[in-house]
């Protein structure tokens, strides 16, 4: 899977390329998790990658059945390799599985949107006016935990407020999206206590703004016709995928930020600099598209602060979205080692560094050692359900395990993202040798001789420390490998079964003090490459601060 993926990276962005062409600078397409390429909302590479792969092994004689979930896959198979291929559960069960897969999207589309346009009215006092001045506006997702006691205790770019002087800070203001929001009516009160920080886009969006994302699954085109992918006609898988992330998240949000911009300019909001969090995903298109028309001589920053696998392919923009200005003015990578793997797709894509926000501790001196009479094994669960029930079912088979003379122990750290009940039903009944903690996770780290993950920046953080890493995958699907290809190879290892995993803890436990120091300075020459510190110099750059003082200079 993992040679089939890297072998069809381009032809696979040349494929979406192509589709963009035909759809022009529609919005309703450019908001769709297929055109943005993410791989995590839409299962078109993956199953392109097993189209591939399972044509290789039919023609090697190596299988003798496929079975697969998706009808145009079983069709694709079967047409190129001469095969039947039976669809597990059926085809119609296939069919009704998608239809309810887009009406439970939708109902949960319609949901956060009625709840949202409802009780901020009910909820929230009257819209303020704009700020005499122009503002510095930074996007970033408020959790249910972001707002509490008064302050917002935002998680993507910590300690940034604390670099700048009070008239600095008085011109920075948070423009929120919302993530695993359930309870509005405690959440808005919570807001109440920030409106001074914060322009929400409920202060400034009308109904038909809401309406009009709402009705993007009904105006949305699907492309049409044979559609050629290494020589097949892939064209229903296309159409399936479409169908199947259709009325997501992503694509209304993307153009409520999109219709945000739109109304900020019409209200009369001037902005100094726009602060992106920028995975490009389809969100990220509608937010961009919308800076970009309605305050075109506004700077728009897209601040990459976190690391992701190469499979996550929207995190890699392209020449054509560039075009059509659904991309950043400037994207801002974490260090200067990242620069040019942002560059893949869109040689002209201008690329800058910035502060290193949520990584601030890797520069901090350790203030803590590893326990000497255990080998603790940090796990740090991703924010995918899916991805922390395959770390912990791995994790349970390894827990009452040691080996001579030094115990191991799991000590086991949530995504912040995720709630203590939410958590509590992944988590079940735990065995012994496992425990679950919500301290710091530098800390953590610091107390840690390895951590296991997958699909999460806490590896590279971890590597930055000296701390070996062991990233989990499962068997038959791709590694969501977060750390760059440049990093030391002898400080971390993919895992795909429990006993990988056992070898590879055993092996980072045999180190003595020495191997532990090697590690340590590896980290160091790593971190110079991928993190940039957080000065009040850097963060006064990368908000644009020190242009206005040589402006009025």
């Not at 974490?334 to 926000?357: D, H, K, Y």
């Not at 068997?475 to 590879?504: E, K, M, R, V």
Request: proline letters at 6%; aromatic letters at 10%.
């Amino acid at each position: 899977m993992e040679s089939v993926a890297e072998e069809i990276r381009r032809p696979y962005v040349a494929l979406i390329d192509s589709l963009g062409t035909v759809a022009g600078a529609d919005m309703d397409w450019w908001v769709t998790a297929l055109a943005s390429r993410n791989t995590y909302a839409c299962p078109l590479h993956r199953r392109l990658c097993h189209l591939v792969l399972a044509r290789r092994l039919i023609h090697a004689g190596q299988v003798d059945e496929v079975v697969v979930d998706s009808p145009a896959l079983a069709a694709a198979i079967a047409r190129t390799s001469g095969k039947a291929v039976p669809v597990a559960g059926g085809r119609l069960r296939g069919r009704f599985v998608r239809w309810m897969g887009l009406l439970r999207r939708y109902a949960g589309a319609l949901f956060h949107v009625a709840n949202q346009w409802a009780f901020s009215r009910l909820l929230l006092p009257p819209s303020p006016r704009p700020p005499a001045e122009s503002v510095v506006l930074v996007d970033t997702f408020f959790y249910a935990e972001t707002v509490a006691d008064g302050e917002i205790h935002d998680r993507h770019y910590p300690g940034m407020l604390d670099r700048l002087d009070a008239a600095e800070r008085g011109r920075v203001f948070f423009a929120p999206s919302y993530y695993r929001i359930r309870n509005y009516p405690r959440f808005y009160r919570q807001l109440r206590r920030v409106r001074g920080r914060v322009i929400l886009r409920e202060d400034v969006l009308c109904f038909a703004d809401y309406l009009f994302a709402l009705l993007h699954p009904f105006r949305l085109r699907r492309p049409r016709g044979s559609i050629e992918f290494l020589g097949m006609d892939v064209g229903p898988l296309v159409r399936e995928a479409l169908a199947e992330s259709c009325a997501g998240s992503g694509s209304i949000e993307g153009l409520l930020r999109y219709r945000f911009a739109q109304r900020l300019q019409e209200k009369g909001y001037r902005l100094q600099r726009v602060v992106e969090w920028f995975e490009n995903q389809e969100i990220d298109h509608g937010a961009n598209a919308g800076w970009r028309r309605f305050f075109p001589d506004t700077p728009v920053i897209g601040y990459q602060g976190f690391f992701a696998s190469r499979h996550y392919l929207c995190m890699f923009p392209l020449t054509r979205e560039a075009h059509l200005r659904l991309l950043p003015n400037r994207v801002a990578v974490m260090g200067p080692g990242l620069v040019e793997a942002a560059r893949e797709f869109c040689p002209e894509l201008e690329v800058e560094t910035a502060p290193a926000f949520r990584f601030e501790a890797v520069w901090r001196e350790r203030a803590d050692e590893p326990d000497p009479g255990w080998f603790t094994v940090l796990v740090s669960l991703p924010i995918l359900a899916e991805e922390c029930r395959s770390i912990l079912a791995m994790v349970r088979q390894l827990a009452d395990e040691g080996q001579p003379g030094r115990c191991r122990r799991f000590v086991i750290k949530s995504h912040p993202a995720w709630s203590r009940e939410d958590l509590a039903a992944v988590l079940g009944e735990l065995p012994a040798g496992c425990s679950v903690v919500h301290a710091d996770f530098a800390t953590l780290l610091d107390r840690a001789d390895a951590l296991v993950s997958t699909a999460s920046s806490t590896c590279v953080h971890a590597i930055a420390r000296g701390i070996p890493v062991a990233v989990l995958g499962r068997p038959g699907t791709l590694l969501q490998n977060p750390i760059p290809a440049f990093a030391d190879h002898s400080l971390w290892t993919a895992c795909y079964t429990a006993a990988d995993l056992c070898a590879a803890l055993d092996r980072y436990a045999d180190g003595d003090r020495s191997e532990v120091q090697r590690r340590r300075r590896i980290g160091q020459d790593f971190s110079e490459r991928v993190f940039v510190p957080v000065t009040r110099q850097s963060v006064r750059r990368f908000l644009g601060f020190d242009e206005v003082e040589l402006a009025t200079a």
